[in-house]
């Protein structure tokens, strides 16, 4: 995959020219260096710098289209919509959304954690810069003099010191640009939480309104079957049926009479999920559309390479990986020399009226130039860490782009399949409903038995309940499939951070 590759290999630091250099020096050549001065036998131990490990080779390829057409002859597929969950045209399913997005704990949790490494890179860039410091040291003391003879000393003095890192190799750059590239990781998993967030509400919700309408189909079912028991059971007291169809009839009426509380139980979980999944206690859910009047949202357009920049976990990844090479570049320069610039300046004097008026001024400025000689192989051990972390991170990457395509091929099959089981299914129930018609006619002129009857009862029973279950099992494919595709979510390319799904939800 050429553009998946390109995107984490460019991202991995390149030796800067002075460090390749240097890394040429046999480090055995320090054991008899020449009489240079310190500065130059400082430089050479660059040459120490650890070694890093190449990254492992990418077999990593994009598909050229899905396996399965995205519309299929005569539909038309439409954008992947940010608020993709509006599509279904029902306003309660949005409101309960946006509830959710904005209380759900999970996405409340991921929102600290993007301002905890907003302040982190705050951190970093501060090693970048002078640190500044003020002191103050009045001192009273009691001295015993040679001869014996006690005096007492006041020294009154303030100073200012700064300190400044001058950044070489660019180490502390390196360290900066890791917890940048971390804090816009823990960005795109937040907008990656607040997708699955939404995802789960919608899927929960269809499922919900699903089971409202079984529930309703069992109890209109239950009147007919009581209906059904009643006339079975007038027939058999005046003769006419025998008391095996009555007992059947019975039977019958009580399995369903026994889905209804199941029914009522699954609703009652539901919504105790879904409340709670919206940030509050467990307790009822609003209802609004039917689920037969609810839209089928157009199926998603878009290419596989599109796909890359769709998906926050995939953006998630690939800033991991980001930030594990800066992390790579950031350790191994540990043994680089590293120079300090240290002032600092204050005022003194043994009186306070002198120090307030004429102070005696003081001053000094040191720089410092700092390198290791032999750490017992701590740094290279630690570039050897980071660097498997790195092969990890290309590996995890890899995983999500496959994942995602994987994903978003199964949706999109999905929708195809159950658009041809829907045919299937209208058809049989057409057959069952023509089957009961006849089987009433033949038991109302007393040419078959009660059992017919029941049976195509049964049977169009069935496939009314498989109609609902088909219907929201379409519904819920697209919601898979708006998650799989992204929601909407989409990475600028030209923009230094990463744009948010749902960014006036979760950002604030």
């Known amino acids: 995959m050429r553009r998946a590759s390109s995107r984490w290999l460019v991202a991995w630091p390149a030796r800067r020219p002075l460090a390749v250099g240097l890394n040429r020096i046999p480090c055995v050549a320090l054991l008899r260096p020449p009489r240079l001065v310190a500065v130059v036998a400082a430089l050479a131990l660059a040459g120490c710098a650890a070694t890093v490990a190449p990254p492992p080779a990418s077999n990593l390829q994009t598909p050229a289209a899905w396996r ?9 597929a439409g954008p992947v919509e940010q608020q993709w969950w509006q599509a279904f045209g029902d306003p309660v399913l949005s409101a309960l959304v946006t509830q959710a997005l904005e209380h759900n704990g999970d996405v409340r949790v991921a929102r600290a954690r993007v301002a905890q490494y907003r302040a982190l890179v705050g951190v970093a860039a501060a090693g970048q810069k002078p640190v500044v410091s003020a002191d103050t040291t009045p001192t009273r003391a009691r001295q015993v003099s040679s001869v014996g003879t006690p005096s007492v000393t006041n020294v009154y003095q303030a100073e200012v010191q700064a300190s400044y890192e001058v ?17 816009q990781s823990e960005q795109a998993n937040a907008d990656a939480v607040a997708l699955s967030i939404a995802a789960t509400v919608a899927t929960g919700y269809l499922n919900l309104r699903g089971l409202d309408a079984q529930l309703a189909l069992t109890e209109a079912t239950l009147k007919l079957r009581e209906q059904s028991r009643d006339l079975a059971k007038r027939q058999f007291d005046v003769g006419y049926s025998s008391r095996l169809e009555w007992l059947q009839a019975q039977a019958e009426y009580q399995t369903t009479a026994e889905t209804v509380p199941q029914l009522k139980r699954q609703i009652f979980e539901q919504e105790n999920a879904l409340a709670i999944l919206a940030g509050g206690n467990p307790g009822p859910i609003a209802r609004g559309v039917e689920l037969t009047a609810l839209q089928s949202p157009p199926v998603p357009e878009g290419l596989p390479s599109e796909l890359l920049r769709r998906r926050p976990d995939i953006a998630r990844a690939e800033y991991n990986l980001v930030a594990i090479n800066a992390n790579l570049q950031a350790t191994r320069d540990q043994l680089l020399p590293s120079f300090k610039l240290t002032a600092v300046g204050g005022i003194q004097s043994l009186k306070m009226h ?14 410092a130039l700092a390198a290791p000689i032999f750490d017992g192989g701590r740094v290279q051990s630690q570039t050897d860490s980071v660097a498997a972390q790195r092969d990890q991170a290309i590996v995890a990457y890899e995983s999500a782009v496959r994942n995602a395509f994987a994903e978003t091929d199964n949706g999109l099959d999905a929708i195809a399949r159950l658009k041809e089981q829907a045919v299937q299914n209208d058809a049989r129930r057409a057959t069952a409903a023509e089957t009961l018609r006849i089987a009433h006619n033949r038991y109302r002129n007393g040419y078959a038995s009660y059992l017919e009857e029941l049976d195509a009862q049964r049977t169009l029973y069935s496939a009314d309940v498989g109609s609902l279950q088909l219907r929201t099992r379409m519904l819920t494919a697209s919601v898979d499939l708006y998650r799989a595709m992204g929601g909407g979510w989409t990475a600028a390319p030209t923009s230094g951070s990463v744009p948010t799904f749902g960014q006036e939800l979760i950002r604030k």
């Open 68 to 76: 399965t057409p995205a519309a299929g002859p005569g539909q038309n």
């Open 167 to 183: 950044d070489l190799w660019g180490r502390l750059a390196a360290a900066t640009d890791a917890a940048t590239a971390t804090y």
């Open 354 to 367: 002198d120090f307030l008026n004429a102070p005696t001024r003081l001053w000094h400025l040191t720089g």
